[in-house]
């Protein structure tokens, strides 16, 4: 079975300081990678995705991320955050490898356990 | 755009009661999903339906049930609610074609206390 590992449960960083949130995934063939931020009493809302091409990625409120194969990783950047990024940050894996189920739809997604970050002023 | 509407947003049950938790999402989606949040734990999978008519186990399946009334809604049961039980459930969907269809949109959770 699909594995995701965010190795740090919480990342403090100062205001307009740089940011990364680490990401890895247990080897498989082919892959589809996310990152879902979570607001404070809010549901799941897509920050970025890689489904194939280009392994930097670009999101929503400046976040970028890069795929790397040889490595399983899908880490997580900002040059410069800001007070409101404040929040849960969840990696999610789909493994294009799993046994399609019966309806031809997804399956469902493989999530690693969560990164607080902690915008500090 | 409603997107996945959940409810009720708040509920406390006693040892043993039963309930049913609501989800409808207006995108067409072909694929539905219901997930539990709990501290330190990420989100992790109970069921899903790739499609309408169809239900399958997900990673934390046992004591709950599940029915997918309709393309638009997929409900959640506890038929006898356990302080295990005590999560937020998340609700989600995703769209039917090839690619897209692995980008799951959710609601906003619904959070159980179980006493």
């Known amino acids: 079975a699909q594995s995701v590992t965010q190795l740090d449960s919480q990342v403090p960083v100062f205001e307009e300081a740089p940011v990364e949130l680490r990401c890895n995934y247990s080897?498989?063939?082919?892959?589809?990678l996310f990152w879902y931020v979570q607001y404070p009493n809010q549901g799941l809302q897509l920050l970025l995705k890689?489904?194939?091409?280009?392994?930097l990625v670009k999101g929503i409120n400046g976040f970028e991320a890069e795929f790397n194969k040889s490595q399983t990783s899908f880490h997580l950047r900002k040059p410069s955050v800001h007070i409101s990024d404040t929040a849960e940050y969840f990696c999610?894996?789909?493994?294009?490898?799993?046994?399609?189920?019966?309806?031809?739809?997804?399956?469902?997604?493989?999530f690693g356990k969560g990164t607080h970050l902690i915008i500090q002023p | 755009n409603a997107g996945v509407t959940q409810t009720p947003k708040f509920q406390v049950l006693k040892t043993g009661q039963s309930m049913t938790l609501q989800c409808a999402q207006d995108?067409?989606?072909?694929?539905m999903y219901w997930y539990r949040q709990d501290p330190g734990m990420g989100l992790r999978l109970i069921y899903y339906?790739?499609?309408?008519?169809?239900?399958d186990k997900g990673e934390v399946p046992n004591g709950y049930n599940v029915s997918r009334l309709n393309k638009r809604e997929f409900s959640l049961r506890l038929e006898s609610a356990a302080p295990s039980q005590t999560s937020v459930y998340f609700c989600?969907?995703?769209?039917?074609?090839?690619?897209?269809?692995?980008?799951?949109?959710f609601g906003a959770g619904t959070r159980l206390s179980v006493l």
């Open positions: 989600a969907s995703s769209p039917p074609d090839p690619v897209a269809k692995n980008i799951q949109y």
């Open positions: 080897s498989s063939v082919s892959v589809y």
């Open positions: 890689y489904l194939s091409g280009s392994t």
């Open positions: 999610a894996v789909s493994d294009l490898c799993r046994r399609p189920s019966r309806g031809g739809g997804a399956d469902g997604l493989t």
């Open positions: 995108m067409n989606h072909n694929s």
């Open positions: 339906s790739a499609s309408e008519g169809t239900t």
